[in-house]
Protein backbone atom coordinates (compact mmCIF):
# COMPACT_ATOMS: atom_id res chain seq x y z
CA UNK A 1 0.00 0.00 0.00
CA UNK A 2 1.76 3.47 -0.40
CA UNK A 3 2.77 5.48 2.02
CA UNK A 4 0.56 8.10 1.28
CA UNK A 5 -3.24 5.98 1.11
CA UNK A 6 -5.65 6.99 3.72
CA UNK A 7 -5.42 4.63 6.78
CA UNK A 8 -8.32 3.80 8.80
CA UNK A 9 -9.15 1.80 11.47
CA UNK A 10 -12.76 0.15 11.33
CA UNK A 11 -15.18 1.59 14.13
CA UNK A 12 -12.38 4.08 16.14
CA UNK A 13 -14.07 6.44 18.34
CA UNK A 14 -12.59 8.70 15.59
CA UNK A 15 -14.92 7.39 13.22
CA UNK A 16 -17.78 7.28 14.78
CA UNK A 17 -17.79 10.82 15.59
CA UNK A 18 -17.07 11.17 12.22
CA UNK A 19 -20.37 9.62 10.84
CA UNK A 20 -22.17 11.40 13.60
CA UNK A 21 -20.91 15.08 12.71
CA UNK A 22 -21.79 14.19 8.92
CA UNK A 23 -25.52 12.70 10.37
CA UNK A 24 -25.79 16.15 12.25
CA UNK A 25 -24.48 17.95 9.09
CA UNK A 26 -27.05 16.31 7.00
CA UNK A 27 -30.64 17.44 9.53
CA UNK A 28 -29.24 21.00 9.79
CA UNK A 29 -28.72 21.52 5.86
CA UNK A 30 -32.23 19.93 5.69
CA UNK A 31 -33.65 22.29 8.00
CA UNK A 32 -32.29 25.44 6.79
CA UNK A 33 -33.46 24.94 3.04
CA UNK A 34 -36.54 23.97 4.73
CA UNK A 35 -37.17 27.28 7.03
CA UNK A 36 -35.28 29.99 4.53
CA UNK A 37 -37.76 30.73 1.96
CA UNK A 38 -34.98 32.52 -0.88
CA UNK A 39 -32.27 30.76 -2.35
CA UNK A 40 -29.10 32.57 -1.34
CA UNK A 41 -30.13 33.00 2.04
CA UNK A 42 -30.80 28.86 2.53
CA UNK A 43 -27.39 27.96 0.38
CA UNK A 44 -25.38 30.34 2.68
CA UNK A 45 -26.57 28.49 6.16
CA UNK A 46 -25.80 25.15 4.46
CA UNK A 47 -22.20 26.62 3.18
CA UNK A 48 -21.96 27.76 7.27
CA UNK A 49 -22.92 24.47 8.59
CA UNK A 50 -20.42 22.77 6.98
CA UNK A 51 -17.37 24.69 7.97
CA UNK A 52 -18.78 24.85 11.64
CA UNK A 53 -19.01 21.11 11.52
CA UNK A 54 -15.81 20.24 9.32
CA UNK A 55 -13.57 22.92 9.56
CA UNK A 56 -13.75 23.99 5.91
CA UNK A 57 -11.41 27.03 5.46
CA UNK A 58 -13.77 27.96 2.19
CA UNK A 59 -17.24 26.77 0.91
CA UNK A 60 -18.57 27.22 -2.56
CA UNK A 61 -21.80 26.89 -4.71
CA UNK A 62 -21.18 27.70 -8.43
CA UNK A 63 -24.17 27.77 -10.60
CA UNK A 64 -24.10 27.67 -14.28
CA UNK A 65 -25.93 31.12 -16.03
CA UNK A 66 -28.41 29.82 -18.69
CA UNK A 67 -27.82 33.04 -20.64
CA UNK A 68 -24.16 33.46 -20.84
CA UNK A 69 -23.21 30.01 -20.78
CA UNK A 70 -20.32 31.04 -17.82
CA UNK A 71 -19.89 29.57 -14.54
CA UNK A 72 -20.54 32.16 -11.92
CA UNK A 73 -20.21 32.03 -7.68
CA UNK A 74 -23.80 32.02 -6.46
CA UNK A 75 -23.07 31.90 -2.48
CA UNK A 76 -20.10 31.22 -0.45
CA UNK A 77 -18.41 31.18 3.02
CA UNK A 78 -14.73 32.18 3.28
CA UNK A 79 -12.18 34.64 2.32
CA UNK A 80 -12.91 35.27 -2.08
CA UNK A 81 -13.43 37.84 -4.61
CA UNK A 82 -16.66 37.33 -5.97
CA UNK A 83 -16.51 39.36 -8.86
CA UNK A 84 -13.56 37.64 -10.24
CA UNK A 85 -15.35 33.97 -10.28
CA UNK A 86 -16.68 33.41 -13.39
CA UNK A 87 -15.50 30.89 -16.11
CA UNK A 88 -16.55 28.75 -18.54
CA UNK A 89 -17.44 25.36 -17.94
CA UNK A 90 -14.18 23.29 -18.44
CA UNK A 91 -11.70 25.80 -16.80
CA UNK A 92 -10.84 24.93 -13.42
CA UNK A 93 -11.69 22.12 -11.41
CA UNK A 94 -15.07 23.21 -10.65
CA UNK A 95 -15.43 24.12 -14.56
CA UNK A 96 -13.89 20.37 -15.35
CA UNK A 97 -16.81 19.16 -12.90
CA UNK A 98 -19.92 21.07 -14.60
CA UNK A 99 -18.30 19.93 -17.96
CA UNK A 100 -18.09 16.08 -17.43
CA UNK A 101 -20.29 15.93 -14.50
CA UNK A 102 -18.54 14.39 -12.31
CA UNK A 103 -16.69 14.92 -8.83
CA UNK A 104 -13.11 15.86 -8.69
CA UNK A 105 -10.56 15.94 -6.16
CA UNK A 106 -7.62 17.69 -5.22
CA UNK A 107 -5.42 16.47 -2.73
CA UNK A 108 -2.99 19.08 -2.43
CA UNK A 109 -3.83 22.06 -4.21
CA UNK A 110 -0.66 23.71 -4.32
CA UNK A 111 0.14 21.28 -6.66
CA UNK A 112 -2.31 21.24 -9.35
CA UNK A 113 -1.83 23.98 -11.61
CA UNK A 114 -5.84 23.57 -12.76
CA UNK A 115 -7.21 25.02 -9.63
CA UNK A 116 -8.28 29.16 -10.51
CA UNK A 117 -8.23 31.76 -8.58
CA UNK A 118 -5.33 30.94 -6.68
CA UNK A 119 -4.16 34.39 -6.34
CA UNK A 120 -7.53 35.79 -4.80
CA UNK A 121 -7.05 33.20 -1.58
CA UNK A 122 -3.82 34.61 0.65
CA UNK A 123 -4.02 31.33 2.86
CA UNK A 124 -2.81 29.15 -0.02
CA UNK A 125 0.78 30.59 0.67
CA UNK A 126 0.53 29.71 4.45
CA UNK A 127 -1.47 26.59 4.55
CA UNK A 128 -1.56 23.48 2.49
CA UNK A 129 -5.23 22.43 1.61
CA UNK A 130 -7.43 19.84 -0.46
CA UNK A 131 -9.99 20.22 -2.50
CA UNK A 132 -13.13 18.34 -3.37
CA UNK A 133 -16.22 19.14 -5.75
CA UNK A 134 -19.30 17.38 -6.28
CA UNK A 135 -21.63 18.49 -9.05
CA UNK A 136 -25.41 19.79 -8.20
CA UNK A 137 -27.38 17.80 -11.08
CA UNK A 138 -31.11 18.60 -11.74
CA UNK A 139 -33.32 16.21 -14.06
CA UNK A 140 -29.69 14.90 -15.33
CA UNK A 141 -28.28 17.80 -16.43
CA UNK A 142 -25.11 18.98 -14.19
CA UNK A 143 -26.28 22.84 -13.19
CA UNK A 144 -23.70 23.71 -10.45
CA UNK A 145 -21.13 22.33 -7.84
CA UNK A 146 -20.36 22.19 -4.11
CA UNK A 147 -16.81 23.08 -3.57
CA UNK A 148 -15.29 23.21 -0.32
CA UNK A 149 -11.57 23.29 0.67
CA UNK A 150 -10.29 21.37 3.63
CA UNK A 151 -6.84 21.51 5.82
CA UNK A 152 -4.49 18.92 3.65
CA UNK A 153 -4.06 15.62 5.60
CA UNK A 154 -2.51 12.46 4.80
CA UNK A 155 -4.45 10.13 5.86
CA UNK A 156 -8.31 11.43 4.57
CA UNK A 157 -10.48 9.37 3.15
CA UNK A 158 -11.41 10.92 0.09
CA UNK A 159 -14.20 8.85 -1.00
CA UNK A 160 -16.37 9.10 1.56
CA UNK A 161 -15.71 12.62 1.64
CA UNK A 162 -17.04 12.51 -2.18
CA UNK A 163 -20.39 10.54 -0.91
CA UNK A 164 -21.35 12.69 1.75
CA UNK A 165 -20.75 15.83 0.10
CA UNK A 166 -22.82 14.25 -2.93
CA UNK A 167 -25.74 14.14 -0.68
CA UNK A 168 -25.57 17.56 0.28
CA UNK A 169 -25.24 18.45 -3.57
CA UNK A 170 -28.43 16.24 -4.06
CA UNK A 171 -30.20 18.55 -1.09
CA UNK A 172 -29.01 21.42 -2.85
CA UNK A 173 -29.96 20.60 -6.16
CA UNK A 174 -33.51 20.16 -5.02
CA UNK A 175 -34.01 23.81 -3.07
CA UNK A 176 -32.75 25.24 -6.62
CA UNK A 177 -34.88 23.15 -8.44
CA UNK A 178 -37.79 24.04 -6.54
CA UNK A 179 -36.65 27.94 -6.65
CA UNK A 180 -36.40 27.64 -10.55
CA UNK A 181 -39.77 26.58 -10.79
CA UNK A 182 -41.20 29.21 -8.73
CA UNK A 183 -39.62 31.83 -10.89
CA UNK A 184 -39.17 30.62 -14.07
CA UNK A 185 -42.08 32.29 -15.83
CA UNK A 186 -44.17 34.82 -13.37
CA UNK A 187 -46.81 35.35 -16.41
CA UNK A 188 -47.28 31.83 -17.11
CA UNK A 189 -48.00 31.23 -13.42
CA UNK A 190 -50.64 33.74 -13.46
CA UNK A 191 -52.18 32.46 -16.61
CA UNK A 192 -52.06 29.24 -15.23
CA UNK A 193 -53.24 29.81 -12.34
CA UNK A 194 -56.39 31.82 -13.36
CA UNK A 195 -57.31 29.21 -16.30
CA UNK A 196 -57.37 26.66 -13.83
CA UNK A 197 -59.22 29.12 -11.53
CA UNK A 198 -61.60 29.43 -14.90
CA UNK A 199 -61.72 25.78 -15.07
CA UNK A 200 -62.58 24.82 -11.48
CA UNK A 201 -65.32 27.59 -11.32
CA UNK A 202 -67.05 25.90 -14.29
CA UNK A 203 -66.87 22.51 -13.07
CA UNK A 204 -68.32 23.17 -9.58
CA UNK A 205 -70.82 25.80 -10.70
CA UNK A 206 -73.95 25.08 -8.94
CA UNK A 207 -75.87 24.39 -12.04
CA UNK A 208 -73.33 21.33 -13.49
CA UNK A 209 -74.98 19.66 -10.01
CA UNK A 210 -76.49 16.32 -11.56
CA UNK A 211 -80.57 16.39 -10.73
CA UNK A 212 -83.40 18.15 -11.37
CA UNK A 213 -85.72 16.78 -8.87
CA UNK A 214 -87.27 19.12 -6.47
CA UNK A 215 -85.13 18.21 -3.25
CA UNK A 216 -82.33 19.17 -5.62
CA UNK A 217 -83.57 21.88 -7.05
CA UNK A 218 -83.95 23.04 -3.42
CA UNK A 219 -80.64 22.70 -2.69
CA UNK A 220 -79.77 24.86 -6.31
CA UNK A 221 -81.88 27.62 -4.46
CA UNK A 222 -79.97 27.50 -1.46
CA UNK A 223 -76.46 27.35 -2.54
CA UNK A 224 -77.68 30.72 -4.98
CA UNK A 225 -78.88 32.43 -1.84
CA UNK A 226 -75.80 32.00 0.60
CA UNK A 227 -72.88 31.69 -2.07
CA UNK A 228 -72.17 35.48 -2.51
CA UNK A 229 -72.10 36.24 1.62
CA UNK A 230 -69.77 34.85 4.29
CA UNK A 231 -72.11 33.53 5.97
CA UNK A 232 -71.08 30.32 8.26
CA UNK A 233 -72.73 27.49 6.21
CA UNK A 234 -74.08 23.44 7.81
CA UNK A 235 -74.33 20.70 5.25
CA UNK A 236 -75.91 18.16 6.62
CA UNK A 237 -76.73 14.57 4.69
CA UNK A 238 -75.71 10.99 4.50
CA UNK A 239 -72.35 9.74 3.47
CA UNK A 240 -72.18 9.88 -0.42
CA UNK A 241 -74.66 12.40 -1.15
CA UNK A 242 -71.92 14.81 -2.74
CA UNK A 243 -71.98 17.26 0.59
CA UNK A 244 -67.65 18.06 -0.85
CA UNK A 245 -69.29 19.00 -4.45
CA UNK A 246 -71.75 21.65 -2.52
CA UNK A 247 -69.02 23.11 -0.27
CA UNK A 248 -67.17 23.46 -4.18
CA UNK A 249 -69.42 24.99 -5.26
CA UNK A 250 -70.65 27.61 -2.81
CA UNK A 251 -66.61 28.64 -3.36
CA UNK A 252 -66.61 29.00 -6.57
CA UNK A 253 -69.34 30.87 -6.57
CA UNK A 254 -68.51 33.53 -4.03
CA UNK A 255 -66.79 36.25 -3.68
CA UNK A 256 -63.72 34.33 -2.62
CA UNK A 257 -62.95 32.19 -5.41
CA UNK A 258 -59.48 33.76 -6.06
CA UNK A 259 -59.11 32.45 -2.51
CA UNK A 260 -57.72 29.13 -1.67
CA UNK A 261 -60.42 26.40 -0.19
CA UNK A 262 -58.84 24.27 2.15
CA UNK A 263 -60.09 21.09 3.17
CA UNK A 264 -60.36 18.74 5.92
CA UNK A 265 -61.73 15.69 7.09
CA UNK A 266 -61.71 15.65 10.94
CA UNK A 267 -62.65 12.44 11.33
CA UNK A 268 -59.42 11.43 9.25
CA UNK A 269 -56.65 12.92 11.71
CA UNK A 270 -56.69 11.70 15.39
CA UNK A 271 -57.73 13.43 18.23
CA UNK A 272 -54.09 14.28 19.33
CA UNK A 273 -52.84 16.17 16.19
CA UNK A 274 -56.55 18.29 14.92
CA UNK A 275 -55.92 21.16 16.83
CA UNK A 276 -52.41 21.33 15.30
CA UNK A 277 -53.63 21.12 12.49
CA UNK A 278 -56.46 23.43 12.46
CA UNK A 279 -54.42 26.26 14.51
CA UNK A 280 -50.84 25.10 13.56
CA UNK A 281 -48.07 25.02 16.18
CA UNK A 282 -44.53 26.70 16.74
CA UNK A 283 -41.19 25.65 17.10
CA UNK A 284 -40.80 23.16 20.85
CA UNK A 285 -44.31 23.03 20.66
CA UNK A 286 -44.20 19.39 21.48
CA UNK A 287 -42.05 16.87 20.85
CA UNK A 288 -41.31 16.92 17.31
CA UNK A 289 -41.75 20.66 16.29
CA UNK A 290 -38.42 20.99 14.64
CA UNK A 291 -40.06 24.72 12.99
CA UNK A 292 -43.04 26.53 13.32
CA UNK A 293 -45.99 25.46 10.79
CA UNK A 294 -49.33 27.12 9.93
CA UNK A 295 -52.62 25.33 10.25
CA UNK A 296 -55.44 24.85 7.94
CA UNK A 297 -56.93 28.55 9.49
CA UNK A 298 -53.99 30.44 8.23
CA UNK A 299 -53.28 28.54 4.35
CA UNK A 300 -57.24 29.62 3.92
CA UNK A 301 -56.91 33.03 4.82
CA UNK A 302 -58.95 35.22 2.14
CA UNK A 303 -60.76 31.49 0.96
CA UNK A 304 -62.72 28.96 2.43
CA UNK A 305 -62.24 26.15 5.01
CA UNK A 306 -64.20 22.96 4.43
CA UNK A 307 -64.21 21.46 7.60
CA UNK A 308 -66.31 17.31 6.65
CA UNK A 309 -67.39 15.17 9.91
CA UNK A 310 -67.14 18.49 11.91
CA UNK A 311 -68.92 16.45 14.55
CA UNK A 312 -65.77 13.89 15.08
CA UNK A 313 -64.07 17.44 16.78
CA UNK A 314 -63.33 16.68 20.10
CA UNK A 315 -64.47 19.19 23.00
CA UNK A 316 -60.99 20.32 23.08
CA UNK A 317 -61.33 21.86 19.58
CA UNK A 318 -64.43 22.85 19.34
CA UNK A 319 -64.05 25.00 21.93
CA UNK A 320 -60.74 26.62 20.05
CA UNK A 321 -63.29 26.86 17.10
CA UNK A 322 -66.16 28.37 18.80
CA UNK A 323 -63.55 30.90 19.46
CA UNK A 324 -62.40 31.74 15.91
CA UNK A 325 -65.99 31.96 15.11
CA UNK A 326 -66.66 34.23 17.85
CA UNK A 327 -63.69 36.38 17.32
CA UNK A 328 -61.88 35.69 14.45
CA UNK A 329 -58.86 35.59 15.52
CA UNK A 330 -56.66 32.08 17.35
CA UNK A 331 -53.32 31.12 18.42
CA UNK A 332 -51.04 29.04 17.37
CA UNK A 333 -50.66 25.44 19.48
CA UNK A 334 -47.28 26.39 22.12
CA UNK A 335 -48.13 30.04 20.97
CA UNK A 336 -48.78 33.45 22.26
CA UNK A 337 -49.20 36.03 19.55
CA UNK A 338 -52.91 36.49 18.10
CA UNK A 339 -53.87 35.60 14.26
CA UNK A 340 -56.93 37.11 12.69
CA UNK A 341 -58.55 35.16 10.60
CA UNK A 342 -60.01 35.76 7.44
CA UNK A 343 -61.97 32.49 6.35
CA UNK A 344 -65.27 31.68 5.67
CA UNK A 345 -65.87 28.22 7.14
CA UNK A 346 -68.67 25.48 6.07
CA UNK A 347 -68.90 22.49 8.39
CA UNK A 348 -70.52 18.97 6.86
CA UNK A 349 -71.85 16.19 8.78
CA UNK A 350 -73.66 12.97 8.34
CA UNK A 351 -74.56 12.55 12.49
CA UNK A 352 -77.30 13.52 14.02
CA UNK A 353 -75.59 16.62 15.80
CA UNK A 354 -79.06 17.59 17.78
CA UNK A 355 -78.38 13.69 19.41
CA UNK A 356 -74.67 14.85 20.00
CA UNK A 357 -76.07 18.15 21.89
CA UNK A 358 -78.15 15.37 24.31
CA UNK A 359 -75.22 13.11 24.95
CA UNK A 360 -72.81 15.93 25.56
CA UNK A 361 -70.31 15.22 22.44
CA UNK A 362 -71.37 18.38 20.78
CA UNK A 363 -71.40 21.93 22.36
CA UNK A 364 -74.45 23.54 22.18
CA UNK A 365 -72.83 27.19 21.49
CA UNK A 366 -70.75 25.54 18.48
CA UNK A 367 -73.79 23.74 17.36
CA UNK A 368 -75.68 27.44 16.86
CA UNK A 369 -72.60 29.03 15.32
CA UNK A 370 -72.59 26.80 12.67
CA UNK A 371 -75.89 26.53 12.17
CA UNK A 372 -76.36 29.79 10.45
CA UNK A 373 -77.62 28.43 7.06
CA UNK A 374 -78.66 24.99 6.80
CA UNK A 375 -78.41 23.13 3.54
CA UNK A 376 -79.75 19.27 3.71
CA UNK A 377 -78.41 17.13 0.55
CA UNK A 378 -80.80 14.65 0.19
CA UNK A 379 -80.37 10.53 0.05
CA UNK A 380 -80.49 9.12 -3.62
CA UNK A 381 -83.53 7.01 -2.87
CA UNK A 382 -85.73 10.61 -2.36
CA UNK A 383 -84.53 11.58 -5.44
CA UNK A 384 -85.21 8.71 -7.62
CA UNK A 385 -85.82 10.95 -10.78
CA UNK A 386 -82.44 11.88 -10.96
CA UNK A 387 -81.34 8.34 -10.73
CA UNK A 388 -80.97 7.91 -14.66
CA UNK A 389 -79.84 11.42 -15.35
CA UNK A 390 -76.69 10.59 -13.01
CA UNK A 391 -76.35 7.34 -14.36
CA UNK A 392 -75.67 8.84 -17.88
CA UNK A 393 -73.49 11.08 -16.31
CA UNK A 394 -71.58 8.69 -15.14
CA UNK A 395 -71.32 6.52 -18.08
CA UNK A 396 -69.78 9.47 -20.20
CA UNK A 397 -67.89 10.46 -17.64
CA UNK A 398 -66.27 6.67 -17.15
CA UNK A 399 -66.49 5.94 -20.81
CA UNK A 400 -64.30 9.19 -21.39
CA UNK A 401 -61.57 8.17 -18.81
CA UNK A 402 -61.08 4.77 -19.33
CA UNK A 403 -61.29 5.21 -23.12
CA UNK A 404 -63.98 2.88 -23.42
CA UNK A 405 -67.09 2.73 -26.23
CA UNK A 406 -70.14 2.63 -23.71
CA UNK A 407 -72.99 5.10 -25.14
CA UNK A 408 -76.07 3.73 -23.31
CA UNK A 409 -77.44 1.67 -20.71
CA UNK A 410 -79.96 -0.83 -21.33
CA UNK A 411 -83.61 -1.30 -20.44
CA UNK A 412 -83.06 -3.99 -17.74
CA UNK A 413 -80.15 -2.37 -16.43
CA UNK A 414 -81.58 0.44 -15.87
CA UNK A 415 -84.48 -1.34 -14.33
CA UNK A 416 -82.07 -2.58 -11.73
CA UNK A 417 -80.90 0.96 -11.05
CA UNK A 418 -84.12 2.09 -10.44
CA UNK A 419 -85.53 -0.72 -7.93
CA UNK A 420 -82.23 -0.27 -5.87
CA UNK A 421 -82.60 2.09 -2.81
CA UNK A 422 -79.09 3.16 -2.43
CA UNK A 423 -77.46 2.95 0.90
CA UNK A 424 -74.32 4.62 -0.56
CA UNK A 425 -75.98 7.18 -2.42
CA UNK A 426 -74.72 9.38 -5.24
CA UNK A 427 -71.11 7.81 -4.48
CA UNK A 428 -72.15 4.08 -4.76
CA UNK A 429 -74.07 4.74 -7.97
CA UNK A 430 -70.72 6.23 -9.25
CA UNK A 431 -68.46 3.28 -8.15
CA UNK A 432 -71.22 0.60 -9.85
CA UNK A 433 -71.28 2.41 -13.19
CA UNK A 434 -68.02 2.92 -13.15
CA UNK A 435 -67.33 -1.12 -12.74
CA UNK A 436 -70.24 -1.56 -15.11
CA UNK A 437 -67.87 0.49 -17.95
CA UNK A 438 -64.88 -1.48 -17.05
CA UNK A 439 -66.56 -5.27 -17.70
CA UNK A 440 -68.34 -3.83 -20.77
CA UNK A 441 -66.83 -4.32 -23.93
CA UNK A 442 -69.84 -2.95 -26.09
CA UNK A 443 -71.40 0.25 -26.42
CA UNK A 444 -74.48 -0.90 -24.12
CA UNK A 445 -74.04 -1.79 -20.54
CA UNK A 446 -76.59 -4.71 -19.77
CA UNK A 447 -77.76 -5.45 -16.76
CA UNK A 448 -75.51 -8.65 -16.31
CA UNK A 449 -72.26 -5.53 -16.28
CA UNK A 450 -74.06 -4.65 -12.91
CA UNK A 451 -72.77 -5.69 -9.38
CA UNK A 452 -74.50 -8.96 -8.20
CA UNK A 453 -76.42 -6.69 -5.36
CA UNK A 454 -78.25 -4.98 -8.40
CA UNK A 455 -78.77 -8.52 -10.37
CA UNK A 456 -82.25 -8.68 -8.71
CA UNK A 457 -84.62 -6.83 -6.29
CA UNK A 458 -85.28 -10.23 -4.39
CA UNK A 459 -81.41 -10.74 -3.86
CA UNK A 460 -80.16 -6.85 -2.70
CA UNK A 461 -83.33 -6.63 -0.67
CA UNK A 462 -84.42 -3.20 -2.91
CA UNK A 463 -87.71 -4.17 -2.87
CA UNK A 464 -90.23 -1.45 -2.11
CA UNK A 465 -92.04 -1.85 0.63
CA UNK A 466 -94.79 0.44 0.42
CA UNK A 467 -98.18 -0.38 -1.11
CA UNK A 468 -98.77 0.57 -5.52
CA UNK A 469 -101.11 3.13 -4.68
CA UNK A 470 -99.21 4.91 -1.83
CA UNK A 471 -96.12 5.05 -4.31
CA UNK A 472 -98.02 6.32 -7.83
CA UNK A 473 -99.31 9.15 -5.53
CA UNK A 474 -95.63 10.09 -3.97
CA UNK A 475 -94.43 10.34 -6.97
CA UNK A 476 -97.29 11.61 -9.19
CA UNK A 477 -97.01 14.32 -5.38
CA UNK A 478 -93.39 15.47 -6.49
CA UNK A 479 -94.18 15.56 -10.44
CA UNK A 480 -97.02 18.37 -9.32
CA UNK A 481 -94.76 19.96 -7.05
CA UNK A 482 -92.20 20.43 -9.49
CA UNK A 483 -94.58 21.71 -12.12
CA UNK A 484 -96.38 23.96 -9.64
CA UNK A 485 -92.61 25.41 -8.52
CA UNK A 486 -91.16 26.42 -12.10
CA UNK A 487 -94.90 27.85 -12.88
CA UNK A 488 -94.73 30.33 -9.63
CA UNK A 489 -97.91 28.36 -8.83
CA UNK A 490 -99.89 29.22 -11.80
CA UNK A 491 -102.18 25.93 -12.12
CA UNK A 492 -103.35 26.59 -15.32
CA UNK A 493 -100.22 27.06 -16.86
CA UNK A 494 -98.91 23.74 -15.08
CA UNK A 495 -101.79 22.05 -16.48
CA UNK A 496 -100.93 22.97 -19.63
CA UNK A 497 -97.73 21.97 -19.82
CA UNK A 498 -98.51 18.43 -18.39
CA UNK A 499 -101.15 18.11 -21.08
CA UNK A 500 -104.26 17.95 -18.60
CA UNK A 501 -107.27 20.26 -18.04
CA UNK A 502 -106.97 22.75 -15.31
CA UNK A 503 -110.46 20.85 -13.46
CA UNK A 504 -108.25 17.58 -13.79
CA UNK A 505 -104.99 19.28 -12.12
CA UNK A 506 -106.63 20.93 -9.57
CA UNK A 507 -108.79 17.85 -8.91
CA UNK A 508 -105.39 16.22 -8.26
CA UNK A 509 -103.43 18.75 -6.24
CA UNK A 510 -106.93 18.95 -4.09
CA UNK A 511 -106.42 15.29 -4.06
CA UNK A 512 -103.57 15.00 -3.06
CA UNK A 513 -103.44 17.78 -0.12
CA UNK A 514 -100.75 20.06 -2.25
CA UNK A 515 -100.33 23.61 -0.85
CA UNK A 516 -99.89 25.23 -4.47
CA UNK A 517 -100.16 28.79 -2.74
CA UNK A 518 -97.05 28.47 -1.29
CA UNK A 519 -95.50 28.33 -4.53
CA UNK A 520 -97.38 31.74 -5.69
CA UNK A 521 -94.77 34.65 -6.53
CA UNK A 522 -94.96 36.82 -3.45
CA UNK A 523 -96.87 40.40 -3.69
CA UNK A 524 -93.61 42.51 -3.69
CA UNK A 525 -92.46 40.59 -6.96
CA UNK A 526 -95.57 40.96 -8.40
CA UNK A 527 -95.68 44.89 -8.15
CA UNK A 528 -92.05 45.32 -9.95
CA UNK A 529 -93.84 43.50 -12.82
CA UNK A 530 -94.54 45.86 -15.53
CA UNK A 531 -98.36 43.95 -16.40
CA UNK A 532 -98.75 42.42 -12.57
CA UNK A 533 -102.11 40.33 -12.88
CA UNK A 534 -104.78 41.27 -10.44
CA UNK A 535 -107.36 38.54 -11.54
CA UNK A 536 -107.28 35.00 -11.39
CA UNK A 537 -106.57 33.13 -14.55
CA UNK A 538 -108.81 30.49 -16.27
CA UNK A 539 -109.12 27.36 -13.90
CA UNK A 540 -107.76 29.26 -11.25
CA UNK A 541 -109.36 29.80 -7.95
CA UNK A 542 -109.61 33.50 -7.01
Same mark, same amino acid.
Given at each position: ???????????????????????????????????????????????? @????????? $??????????????????????????????????????????????????????????????? $???????? +??????????????????? @?????? =??????????????????????????? +??????????????????????????????????????????????????????????????????????????????????????????????????????????????????????????? #?????? @??????????????????????????????? =???????????????????????????????????????????? #?????????????????????????????????????????? /???????????????????????????????? $?????????????????????????????????????????? #?????????? $??? @??? /???????????????? /??????????
Amino acid at each position: MPSNAPVHATGTPEEHTGEVRKLSTLLEASQALLREPSLRPALGAVLE @ILQRHHGAT $RTTVVLLNKTSREVELEISAGDVDTSRVRYRPGEGVTGHVLATGKPSVVPQVSREPIVLNAAT $RPELASEE +LSHVSVPITIDGDTVGALG @IDLAFR =ADRDYQRAVRFLGVVGSMIAHAVKIHR +LINADPTKLVDGNRHLREELKERYDYSNLVGTSGPMRLVHQQITQVARTNATVLLRGESGTGKELVAQAIHCNSSRANGPLIKVNCAALPEDLIEAELFGYEKGAFTGAYMAKKGRFELAEGG #TLFLDE @IGDLNLVAQVKLLRVLQEHEFVRLGGTKTIR =ANVRLIAATHKDLEAALVAGTFRDDLYHRLNVFAIFIPPLRERK #TDVLLLADHFLEKFSREHSKKATRLSTPALDRLMAHQWPGNV /RELANVIERAVVVSNTSVVHAHHLPSALQSAE $RSDTRLTMPLQEALDAFERDMLQDVLRSTRGNRAEAARLLST #TARVFNYRVK $RLR @IDW /RRFKVSTSVLAESPNP /RTEPGPGEEP
